[in-house]
């Protein structure tokens, strides 16, 4: 095992340190806020060079995965968000935020989180895609079918930004692949670490810029975060399983209906609501970086063998 491989085997370690550390000093990462958006392209860039046109091609071959994925994505995390915050008895602001994050698509972290778990990646960028499309129309509506008021999406905005942060990157990566794929191949694993401590770096900045309200936060709302994010995880592996698709499908399912783009989520609620509405959103970008990092680290260590593929496996 190389040392690129054991530095990413340790994947959630760093992780928790990270957060840890950020919420113990976040100056020393607030500054880098700005280069949030750029770490996210070079690790979608990181990607892009693992991927052949083949892989996405698999896909296209089998479009059920993504069609289940992006249904569950749209029923599972906002139903459950409203049906945590009911049972925990939080208000109507915090009941917003929550359904505001269900009811997102899913987030580019979670294409990372689905490589490093040994998952199907083009599939999760697939879903990603396709859920961040229908999110324009599905985003509001939900949110005024669950809590009663109509959000705005800034429809340009949400293009614009997954054209700079996944479109481009992982297509010029893809673009490489074609013509270096052999070579590519050689250094997979410092490509890993490169995506591994990009995605660190990037808990650290949010922790950071949410030090302050997370302090502030109750342990309710703490732990209405933690079960939304593990209700879709093992609802996404769950009904993946039962529909008869293989585990590597399954695991892609989980990680990309658990992982929301609560960024997202944020902005919404800070324009049309309240700072409140904000919190869930904030902390939930903390939480399912970690609990995605710890599954992927837990996943990674139980690699899928074609031996283990269920009823329906996926092409690719």
Excluded: C
């Excluded at 009811?103 to 989180?113: E, F, I």
């Excluded at 997370?214 to 879709?232: C, E, F, Q």
């Amino acid at each position: 095992m190389s040392t690129f491989e054991r530095l990413n085997r340790l994947f959630p370690v760093w992780a928790i340190l990270f957060a840890i550390l950020a919420a113990w000093q976040p100056g020393w990462f607030t500054s880098l806020a700005g280069q949030i958006k750029l770490l996210l392209a070079i690790i979608m860039f990181a990607m892009g060079l693992t991927l052949s046109r083949h892989d996405f091609l698999g896909v296209v071959r089998a479009p059920l995965p993504v069609a289940v994925g992006v249904v569950l994505q749209f029923t599972v995390m906002p139903v459950a968000a409203l049906a945590v915050s009911w049972v925990l008895g939080l208000d109507a602001a915090l009941t917003t935020g929550m359904v505001l994050v269900g009811a997102t698509a899913g987030g580019t972290a979670s294409n990372v989180m689905t490589w490093l778990a040994g998952g199907h990646v083009a599939l999760s960028v697939s879903m990603t895609l396709v859920s961040t499309l229908i999110s324009v129309v599905a985003t509001p509506l939900l949110a005024w079918l669950l809590v009663g008021q109509s959000v705005d999406v800034p429809v340009a905005g949400m293009f614009m930004s997954i054209a700079q942060l996944v479109i481009a990157p992982i297509a010029l990566g893809v673009i490489i692949h074609h013509f270096l794929g052999q070579q590519i191949r050689r250094v997979e694993p410092l490509l890993a670490t490169i995506a591994m401590a990009a995605i660190v770096l990037i808990i650290a900045i949010v922790v950071g810029l949410n030090a302050g309200r997370l302090a502030t936060l109750g342990p309710l709302v703490t732990v209405a975060v933690i079960l939304h994010n593990a209700i879709g995880l093992a609802g996404g592996y769950g009904v993946g399983r039962l529909l008869g698709f293989d585990q590597r499908v399954a695991r892609t399912i989980a990680i990309e209906v658990g992982m929301q783009n609560s960024g997202l989520a944020v902005a919404l609620a800070n324009q049309f609501f309240s700072a409140t509405a904000a919190l869930p959103g904030a902390l939930f970008s903390v939480w399912h970086n970690v609990s995605g990092s710890l599954l992927a680290g837990y996943w990674k260590r139980r690699p899928v063998t074609d031996a283990e593929g269920g009823a329906r496996p996926i092409a690719g």
